[in-house]
């Protein structure tokens, strides 16, 4: 058994694979952590909190991610990032398809109403069997429009929401120094769904998956629970799983092509937006953040000294990304 510690809040992580060692960089305070193959060496014979001290003047990395404003992007660099847009998101796409199904209901709607007026106005003035069968289609035309228009606002909706939230962690990912390499939505080939965003730079490679949720929500360990009524419900596909699975794709992709990843930090992240949610419990093998606290975490991250292997893996992953 070996050990994380964080040694601002006096914690410390049992970790059994390297695996897990990988994945758990910082504790939720923002503070790195350390690694000991035993629980006293991080003692060394100096009181903990000296200790500390000494360690975060000589990383210069501290950063309380708790005093970052909720409602404005960290302003990490003035210079603007260079972009290149390969055309719509996958989620971008889906919400997009949604609202065009709602704009074909509310023209049928409209057709169908014009329809039932001048057939019903024509109808009052000659009794005609045509004008009869005219009124009922665009009484059915407007009650079809109607269906759809509901139909897509309910179908639509989660993707709607999702595409929100990734504008708005992306936007937040901007602010990152030009030394980061910032991807959204990556489709790496071979591989099942699509990756919101993968951040490449000094301090390593980042996976992220946003999630736009409303409601009350506790994470303890790799167990979310949802409280709807007042009651807790356990979600058995949640986010943490996702991004453990588009991890694994990552290192498998990179491994693939030629890219070993032994060594180096590769991390998986939930940004979150959510307006009640609280991590009762550090999940294993990543971190669930919220949006505006994903570029400090990143740059707080260990310096990764392979940048050989960083250069090459955003070049294979370019192609993939929109």
Request: with cysteine; hydrophobic share 35%.
């Amino acid at each position: 058994m070996s050990y994380l510690v964080c040694y601002k809040c006096d914690i410390y992580y049992e970790v059994e694979t390297e695996e897990e060692i990988r994945g758990l960089t910082h504790c939720e305070c923002g503070e790195k952590l350390y690694f000991f193959e035993n629980l006293e060496d991080s003692y060394s014979g100096a009181d903990r909190e000296s200790l500390y001290e000494a360690l975060s003047q000589a990383d210069d990395a501290f950063v309380d991610i708790g005093e970052v404003s909720a409602t404005e992007p960290c302003e990490v660099s003035n210079k603007q990032r260079e972009k290149i847009a390969n055309g719509k998101t996958y989620t971008q796409k889906k919400a997009s398809q949604y609202e065009q199904i709602q704009d074909h209901g509310q023209l049928l709607i409209y057709a169908g109403a014009l329809i039932f007026i001048i057939s019903f106005l024509a109808l009052l003035t000659t009794l005609n069997f045509i004008y009869l069968i005219l009124t009922l289609a665009g009484v059915l035309l407007s009650f079809y429009g109607n269906k759809f228009v509901n139909e897509s606002q309910k179908e639509g909706y989660s993707w709607q929401k999702g595409n929100e939230g990734e504008i708005i962690v992306a936007d937040y990912l901007d602010t990152l120094p030009e030394d980061y390499f910032v991807f959204n939505d990556v489709k790496l080939p071979g591989k099942g769904g699509n990756i919101d965003h993968i951040v490449i730079g000094p301090t390593g490679i980042y996976v992220i998956e946003t999630k736009n949720y409303s409601g009350k929500y506790r994470i303890k360990g790799n167990e979310w629970l949802y409280y709807k009524n007042g009651q807790p419900q356990e979600i058995k596909k949640n986010p943490g799983i996702q991004v453990r699975k588009n991890t694994q794709d990552l290192i498998s992709f990179l491994n693939e092509n030629g890219i070993s990843t032994s060594g180096s930090w590769i991390t998986g992240l939930v940004a979150l937006i959510c307006p009640d949610f609280r991590v009762l419990e550090t999940p294993q093998n990543y971190r669930v953040l919220l949006p505006q606290t994903v570029p400090e975490y990143i740059m707080n991250g260990k310096k990764e000294t392979n940048t050989e292997l960083l250069g090459k893996a955003a070049m294979e992953l370019e192609p993939y990304s929109v």
